[in-house]
Structures are given as C-alpha cells and as structure tokens.
C-alpha cells in the first residue's frame, strides 16, 4: 500500500496526464495488514465564485460548477471538470386538510406526520388520512412541535413555561424553563438531547437539555455580542450531522449556524438567490448530505445550502407551487413535507436523487 501511494504521490506531482490514464491494481494488492500506517496526500477545497467550488489535489485541480458536464485538459497541469448540481424537485403527493395554520409539522416515519394547528395536533399519512388527534391544553397554540428518536411527540407551551410530552393521547410536561424564560423553537437531537429556544423580555438563548438538566446555552459570541437578534419571532432550531445547531432567525432575517460549542461559523442571509423580495426564513431542516434546507415565505421557495462550504447557496426549489411556504420537515425517505398555510395544503417533495 505504501508503495502505491508513493506512486500516486509522484503521479499527481509530475505526470498529470498519466493520471488521467490510470488502471487500477487492486487485485494485486489483497492481503493488506488492517493497521498499516501510511500518509496520504492532502487536499483542500474552497470557494472560486459563487457556484464554483474548487478541490486540489497537489497539482490536480476540480472544479465544480452548475452550469454543465465539461472535461477539458488542455492545460497538463489543471484538469477541470464541471458537474451539474442542479436537481429538478418533484411533488409526489398534495395532502389537502382542514387544518389551519400549518406552521408546524414534524415527520414520525417515512409516511406520517403530526401537523399543529390552533391547540390540536394531528398525525395524518401521505394520503390525507388522520389517523390521530390530540387537544393540547395550551392557551394559545404550541410553540412548535418535535418527534423523539422513539416516535413520541413533543411541543413547547409558552404561557406554562413547559415542553410537553403526548403519552396515551394525554400531555404531560417533560420540562420547565427556567423562570420567565418561554420555550418556542425545538428540535429532539440524534443523541436524545433537546434544543430549545427560550425567550425573555425578546432575547433569545438557545439552550440544550439531557434530561431535565441544562447542559450548554447559546447566546453570545466570542467578542461578548449576542448571536441573535432581539424580537418576538420563534428561532427554528435543526443540528446537522457534524453536530452544527442550524438556526432560521427570522428575527433578523438570517439563517445562523454555530457549531457544537457554540460559537458561529456562518451566516447566510439569502441574497445569493437573488429573489424579489427580502430573504423570510421560517422553518429548517438538515438533510442526509448535511445540506440545511430553509422555507422563505415571501420569495415562495426553500434555499438549500451547503454546510462544508460556508453556507454558500445550492439551488432554491421554486418549481413546485410552493404558495408562501411555512412549515417544513424531512421524511425517512429523505423527502420534504412542506406546509402551505394559505392553501391548508402539505406537499410531498423528492428533491435529490
């Protein structure tokens, strides 16, 4: 194995051209210790313009555009390739309900989910079918809703300061804020800690439960500023897969990331799709590939961005009817439910291959 990588390295130092002529060894290589240790050669990626990313590989240079499919070696020491990043998005089902607003659903397998609107929740499928429905004794509607990694539903309650559990069609409160702080936004992470979005006197902390226990808040950079702006609006929260808190603050208009200590690595504020209107995010999700997926009310589309690449822009998907879209989810097959409160519609969208 050393020996190959050494004659790799060499090849991509000074025989471009036969890299592009390589045959593979592979069955000549079996019998490969399981702890060799070997170093690799680096490579580094960054950003050109706005829709090309550039990967380096010593001399070996790709670049990944949206425009079309383009080889071309002219120069022995740039190879450069264009991929298409583009996807058409498709609807493959239009749920119409009786239920209004649909600010809020929260996928519970690969063809249900639990919608809120006003003090109920309701689990539909993909056909339309209501298969369960809960009152909840909120004063006003719930703040938002979740699911557990064991399929149970939880909401957040501002008025009585307590995220809620449903067991047995009853509510019952898993958490209590602290005193004056009101829940909103929720997310249930992949390690069954709980994100919260608490408010007071219209600033915001995002803060992360075990249990019933506080264990890291979010609020302020590493200047002393806060990260998120004052105002009445619900932070939407999603983590991503490298444990990034992904952040719809609608409140100043921004999608924010910070990572899993909380300090910022990004801020994306929608002028890279270059709309009509000013950028409205409301809710978010992150999907498989770590892509952040964000609902924009006015501009009646969803931004799709790329995490490893600073919140660059990756397309919109404003193909599908999606008429002031709101809430937002993502099904275990990987497709979007999206709620449209001015039709009391949800849409089923595949929008990756």
Not at 49 to 65: A, F, P, S, W
Not at 177 to 182: G, I, M, V
Not at 259 to 275: L, P
């Amino acid at each position: 194995m050393i020996r190959t990588i050494q004659f790799n390295d060499q090849n991509l130092t000074i025989n471009t051209p036969g890299f592009l002529s390589f045959r593979s060894t592979l069955k000549e290589e079996f019998g490969i210790r399981e702890n060799s240790h070997v170093r690799c050669s680096l490579f580094d990626t960054k950003i050109v313009k706005q829709d090309k990313y550039c990967v380096e590989i010593k001399r070996i240079r790709v670049l990944l555009t949206k425009d079309c499919l383009l080889l071309r070696a002219a120069d022995p020491s740039c190879i450069l390739i264009s991929i298409d990043l583009s996807c058409t998005a498709k609807v493959i089902a239009t749920i119409r309900t009786q239920y209004q607003p649909l600010f809020r659903i929260a996928c519970r397998r690969k063809d249900s989910a639990w919608i809120s609107s006003n003090k109920c929740i309701t689990l539909v499928d993909i056909k339309g079918n209501v298969h369960d429905t809960v009152t909840t004794p909120c004063q006003h509607l719930p703040q938002d809703i979740s699911v557990t990694r064991q399929k149970e539903m939880i909401y957040s309650d501002s008025v009585s300061r307590a995220i809620k559990i449903i067991k047995c069609d009853k509510s019952k409160t898993l958490i209590s804020t602290p005193w004056k702080w009101e829940p909103l936004g929720l997310y249930c992470t992949k390690s069954e800690d709980i994100l919260v979005n608490i408010r007071k006197n219209r600033k915001h902390r995002i803060v992360r439960y075990r249990g019933k226990k506080i264990i890291q808040e979010v609020y302020k950079d590493k200047s002393n500023n806060l990260i998120f702006r004052k105002g009445s609006y619900v932070l939407m929260l999603a983590e991503n897969n490298n444990g990034d808190i992904c952040v719809s603050d609608l409140n100043a208009e921004l999608v924010v990331v910070v990572n899993r200590k909380g300090g910022v690595r990004f801020r994306y504020d929608g002028a890279q799709a270059k709309r009509r209107k000013s950028f409205d995010p409301r809710c978010i999700v992150t999907d498989f590939r770590s892509q952040i997926i964000v609902t924009d009310v006015y501009n009646d589309c969803l931004h799709i961005l790329d995490q490893n690449l600073n919140g660059s822009l990756l397309r919109c998907v404003d193909n599908c009817g999606l008429y002031r879209p709101y809430g937002l989810c993502l099904d275990d097959k990987g497709r979007l439910w999206v709620g449209l409160p001015m039709t009391n519609e949800i849409k089923v969208i595949e929008y990756q291959t």
